[in-house]
C-alpha cells in the first residue's frame, strides 16, 4: 500500500521566516510527486516533481524531489500571512492516476 | 468557467437519504476524479473518469456509492442510504488527461444527521 507521510503535523512562524516542509514516500511504480496548497476547501496545485535534483520555483515557493531517499522538500521564504493553509503532498503511479495524499502540513504565519 | 466547479457547495442530509453531487470539470479536460476528505486528512481517491467511462472505481467504499460522466464533461456521485460516516468534503479534479496535474474544484461538504 501506497504511504505518504508528511512533517511536521503544523507549525507557526512570523512573517518573514522561512519554512520547510517535508514529504516521505514509498510507492510502487512512482510517476510524480504533487504540491498543493489547501485554504478552506479547494486544493490549489504548486509543484509536480518527476525528476530527481531539479528545483521547481514559483516565486517564494520552490520545491525539489530526491528519488533516492525518496522524499521531497517545500520552502517557503519571506513567509506572508496570506501563505497560511494547509500544504498537501501527492504521490502518483506510472501505472494508475490516482493520487495518494499526505494528511498535511498546517502552517500559521503570524504579523 | 475557468475553473472545476462543484455543487451544492454544502448539503445537509439525514440518514437513509439518497444524495447527488455534482462536477463540472475544466472545459476540454477529459480525466476527471472524485476524491473523499475528512477532517484533518489529505483527501482520499474514489474513482477516475477517462471520457465517459470509469477507468478506475478501486475507491469507491461500497455499493452505495456510485457516479456517472454520461457525456464526458459533467459528472454526478451519487449515495444512496447515506450513513453518518459518509460525511466529509468531497472534491472533484480534473487534468488535460490523466499524464498532466489535476486541478481541484472548491469541494461539496456532505453533512449526514
Known amino acids: 500500500e501506497d504511504k505518504v507521510v508528511q512533517s511536521p503535523l503544523s507549525l507557526v512562524v512570523h512573517e518573514g521566516d522561512t519554512v520547510t516542509l517535508n514529504c516521505s514516500y514509498e510507492?510502487?511504480?512512482?510517476?510524480?510527486l504533487l504540491w498543493y496548497k489547501q485554504e478552506k476547501k479547494a486544493p490549489t496545485f504548486l509543484f509536480m516533481l518527476?525528476?530527481?535534483?531539479i528545483e521547481k520555483k514559483s516565486g517564494r515557493l520552490s520545491s525539489i524531489l530526491d528519488k533516492k531517499e525518496l522524499f521531497s522538500i517545500l520552502n517557503i521564504t519571506a513567509t506572508q500571512t496570506g501563505d497560511s493553509a494547509v500544504y498537501l503532498c501527492a504521490v502518483e503511479r506510472s501505472n494508475d492516476y490516482k493520487l495518494s495524499f499526505g494528511a498535511g502540513t498546517t502552517v500559521t504565519v503570524r504579523a | 468557467g475557468a475553473g472545476v466547479s462543484q455543487t451544492p457547495s454544502n448539503k445537509v442530509t439525514e440518514k437513509g437519504k439518497y444524495v447527488e453531487l455534482r462536477c463540472d470539470p475544466i472545459s476540454g479536460h477529459t480525466a476527471l476524479y472524485w476524491y473523499r476528505q475528512s477532517l484533518g486528512q489529505g483527501p482520499e481517491f474514489l474513482i477516475y473518469f477517462q471520457g465517459t467511462g470509469a477507468a478506475d472505481d478501486s475507491g469507491l467504499p461500497n455499493d452505495r456509492f456510485f457516479a456517472v460522466r454520461p457525456e464526458g464533461s459533467v459528472s454526478t456521485l451519487k449515495i444512496q442510504r447515506t450513513e453518518r460516516g459518509d460525511s466529509a468534503v468531497y472534491l472533484c479534479?480534473?487534468?488535460?488527461?490523466?499524464?498532466?496535474?489535476?486541478?481541484f474544484g472548491p469541494g461539496t461538504r456532505l453533512t449526514v444527521t
Open positions: 518527476t525528476s530527481s535534483g
Open positions: 510507492v510502487t511504480n512512482f510517476r510524480s
Open positions: 479534479a480534473s487534468s488535460l488527461n490523466p499524464t498532466y496535474e489535476q486541478y
